[in-house]
């Protein structure tokens, strides 16, 4: 869908369905096509969040990002990633919960308040150039994932779990994702702490509750939510969300770590790839 230029008052074309929603000079056709897509979109991103432990915020994103603008795709996307997060939240104990926190309160804190700036930037982000850019961001963690060619880690506990070295890449990470939804970098990094997958996902989603809580305030505040209808249309995508990470957490106990990690991978490298095509006017 291309950005058009007009007033919110402009009249739509023949051809819509129904009136297209308006995001500044940014438009989304409402029609059950679109509706479809973006209840399948979100299930697939839930499933393969409860199966992986993250990658609902990338996948759903960028997935949304080849049929709209990526602005567009950040804002639909805020409320089903609190749903996907609180529901994965609930694995973490009582005792871990409060480990983690004095653990990571500093990636926390400082991720909150970068991700503040990267949201009073999202309508400034050029369309074009931000897609190309996710889609090398989305290439390298999947890269930075894979076993063929070995690729130096971050180091974990000795050399980045410093409470200023978490305060520095959590403002960072925290102005990519809340202009973009891209949170990897957070993802990879936690990874580097080696922890157990069920307690990984966990940590995941303490880290990204409170950011994606304190996002869909802020986008009110902010005005990032031109209508109700709008707002709405975000808040309806919680239920195919809840689904889908409910069948990804099924899934877990299911499938084998390599069968899981590589079908992950290959759905994020196709993605990336899709991104950088549009961003560059391939396709």
Same mark, same amino acid.
Request: with cysteine; proline share 5%; hydrophobic share 55%.
């Given at each position: 869908?291309?950005?058009?230029?007009?007033s919110a008052g402009a009249q739509p +074309?023949?051809?819509?369905?129904?009136? %297209?929603?308006? !995001?500044? /000079?940014?438009?989304?056709?409402?029609? %059950?096509?679109?509706?479809?897509?973006?209840?399948?979109?979100? $299930?697939?991103?839930?499933?393969?969040?409860?199966?992986?432990?993250?990658?609902?915020?990338?996948?759903?994103?960028? $997935?949304?990002?080849?049929?709209?603008?990526?602005?567009?795709?950040?804002?639909?996307?805020?409320?089903?990633?609190?749903?996907?997060?609180?529901?994965?939240?609930?694995?973490?104990? &009582?005792?871990?919960?409060?480990?983690?926190?004095?653990?990571?309160?500093p990636l926390i804190v400082a991720t909150?308040?970068?991700?503040?700036?990267?949201?009073?930037?999202?309508?400034?982000?050029?369309? $074009?150039?931000? #897609?190309?850019?996710?889609?090398?961001?989305?290439?390298?963690?999947?890269?930075?994932?894979? +076993?063929?060619?070995?690729? %130096?880690?971050?180091?974990?506990?000795?050399?980045? @779990?410093?409470?200023?070295?978490?305060?520095?890449? @959590?403002?960072?990470?925290?102005?990519?994702?809340?202009?973009?939804?891209?949170?990897?970098?957070?993802?990879?990094?936690? /990874?580097?702490?080696?922890?157990?997958?069920?307690?990984?996902? +966990?940590? =995941?989603?303490?880290? !990204?509750?409170?950011?994606?809580?304190? #996002? &869909?305030?802020?986008?009110?505040?902010?005005?990032?939510? %031109?209508? /109700?209808?709008?707002?709405?249309? +975000?808040?309806?995508?919680?239920?195919?969300?809840?689904?889908?990470?409910?069948?990804?957490?099924?899934?877990?106990?299911?499938?084998?770590?390599?069968?899981?990690?590589?079908? &992950?991978?290959?759905?994020?490298? =196709?993605?990336? !790839?899709?991104?950088?095509?549009?961003?560059?006017?391939?396709?």
């Amino acid at each position: 869908m291309a950005d058009r230029a007009g007033s919110a008052g402009a009249q739509p +074309s023949e051809n819509y369905t129904t009136a %297209p929603l308006w !995001f500044g /000079r940014m438009t989304i056709e409402l029609t %059950p096509a679109f509706l479809g897509l973006l209840a399948v979109v979100v $299930a697939v991103s839930g499933v393969v969040n409860g199966l992986a432990g993250f990658g609902f915020a990338i996948v759903g994103t960028m $997935a949304l990002a080849t049929v709209v603008p990526p602005a567009t795709a950040v804002v639909l996307m805020l409320v089903p990633m609190v749903a996907a997060n609180v529901t994965l939240l609930s694995e973490l104990s &009582v005792a871990d919960f409060k480990s983690c926190s004095a653990r990571f309160w500093p990636l926390i804190v400082a991720t909150l308040a970068g991700t503040l700036i990267g949201m009073v930037v999202i309508d400034r982000l050029p369309t $074009a150039p931000v #897609r190309v850019g996710l889609g090398l961001i989305t290439l390298g963690f999947v890269a930075s994932r894979q +076993s063929v060619v070995p690729l %130096p880690s971050f180091g974990g506990d000795r050399q980045l @779990g410093g409470t200023g070295v978490m305060a520095a890449i @959590g403002a960072v990470s925290g102005v990519l994702f809340g202009g973009t939804n891209v949170g990897i970098q957070l993802v990879a990094y936690l /990874r580097s702490f080696e922890l157990s997958h069920g307690l990984f996902v +966990s940590v =995941v989603a303490l880290v !990204f509750v409170g950011v994606n809580g304190l #996002r &869909v305030a802020a986008a009110g505040v902010l005005g990032l939510y %031109p209508s /109700r209808l709008v707002a709405g249309l +975000s808040v309806a995508a919680i239920a195919p969300t809840v689904i889908g990470v409910g069948g990804g957490r099924w899934l877990r106990s299911r499938v084998g770590s390599r069968r899981r990690q590589l079908a &992950v991978l290959g759905l994020l490298a =196709v993605i990336g !790839f899709r991104l950088i095509a549009g961003g560059l006017g391939v396709i």
